[in-house]
């Protein structure tokens, strides 16, 4: 009968069989498998002995050995990580006893920089160890493709999700409904939790949509709703999702966006309202390791909410005629999938 060896099942899997290689070849008491984005470096597998450093765990991308071994300001292996200047001047030095590392950038598909393949050792070794260079640059670029593959499929899965969701669909704005919205929240928040990922939800209400619907009727509040998934539609990328989550509210997943792009989201979104003389309050919050997607929206909406409220005082300041009167913002729940 002929020997068979499984597949690895999916990247985390690969990734932590192939530290745990690593770790019985050249030991050292730290492997890690990282992602970045550019402000965070987060652990999303280990292998560890003395450092205390977990899957999950969360540093500063500038600090680390990582970041300046990118730039091209320090070397891949350093069997004595003290006598580099790059990497004696890094904060983590400062923070950590590194006698030695190994550091090797992990890419996406397009070549840019998704993490590192990395490990560390309080103690210098033997100099030789620059010539495993080649093997250790082929390791990593093994794991990048496995990596391509899941995001390939991940992004699949991503489109067959929207594919599905025509039960989820609102029927006036062709948008999710809270529906959708919820599973669509989940799905991505499993991503973001898996890969590192980041993403940033962004909470809109509409301004005096109750005197539109009052002065001209309930078919131009419905043409007025329309507009406004139009206009969000055209702001968001074939990734983002895009739902109505309840009568005049709607709400967006920006998908692998930080505080800046998101702000950068925001002004595409009130420049199509405009084009259809709509104004809305807009509110966001980004997810982090500490925050999730859901309570990111949470935080969304009560920004949101927030500036609606110092956007009726300014009016009302002006003498205008506030057709908001102040009431409790309810809380966001989440509504049941079956």
């Known amino acids: 009968m002929l020997r068979a060896y499984k597949p690895f099942s999916d990247f985390d899997s690969a990734a932590q069989s192939l530290l745990d290689l690593l770790h019985e070849q050249y030991g050292f008491s730290l492997w890690m498998v990282t992602r970045t984005d550019g402000v965070d470096w987060t652990v999303l597998q280990s292998k560890q002995h003395t450092y205390g450093v977990s899957a999950g765990d969360v540093f500063s991308w500038t600090d680390s050995f990582c970041s300046r071994m990118v730039q091209g300001l320090g070397p891949c292996i350093a069997p004595d990580a003290r006598s580099v200047d790059a990497y004696?001047?890094?904060?983590?030095s400062q923070q950590l006893d590194i006698g030695a590392y190994i550091g090797i950038p992990l890419s996406r598909p397009d070549g840019s920089l998704f993490g590192t393949l990395c490990a560390i050792d309080p103690q210098p070794q033997p100099a030789d160890l620059v010539d495993e260079l080649p093997r250790l640059i082929m390791a990593s670029r093994m794991l990048s493709t496995i990596l391509a593959t899941e995001l390939k499929a991940e992004a699949e899965m991503r489109r067959a999700n929207h594919a599905e969701a025509e039960a989820e669909t609102d029927a006036l704005t062709n948008a999710f409904n809270r529906r959708g919205w919820d599973r669509m929240l989940s799905a991505e928040e499993s991503r973001c939790h898996r890969y590192g990922h980041i993403a940033s939800i962004i909470a809109i209400d509409l301004d005096d949509f109750k005197n539109v619907n009052d002065s001209q009727g309930h078919s131009a509040g419905d043409r007025t709703l329309m507009q406004v998934a139009q206009a969000l539609e055209r702001a968001s990328r074939a990734c983002d999702v895009v739902a109505r989550t309840g009568g005049d509210e709607f709400a967006i997943i920006a998908v692998e966006c930080d505080e800046f792009q998101s702000a950068q989201f925001i002004r595409r979104i009130k420049e199509n309202l405009s084009q259809f003389n709509i104004q809305a309050s807009i509110g966001t919050?980004?997810?982090s390791p500490t925050m999730s997607l859901d309570k990111a929206w949470i935080q969304a909406d009560k920004n949101m909410y927030e500036k609606k409220q110092n956007a009726t005082g300014i009016l009302r300041a002006l003498g205008h005629r506030d057709d908001h009167p102040?009431?409790?913002?309810?809380?966001?729940?989440?509504?049941?999938i079956v």
């Open 326 to 336: 102040h009431v409790s913002r309810p809380p966001i729940t989440r509504s049941p």
């Open 88 to 92: 004696a001047d890094a904060p983590v």
């Open 285 to 287: 919050a980004t997810r």
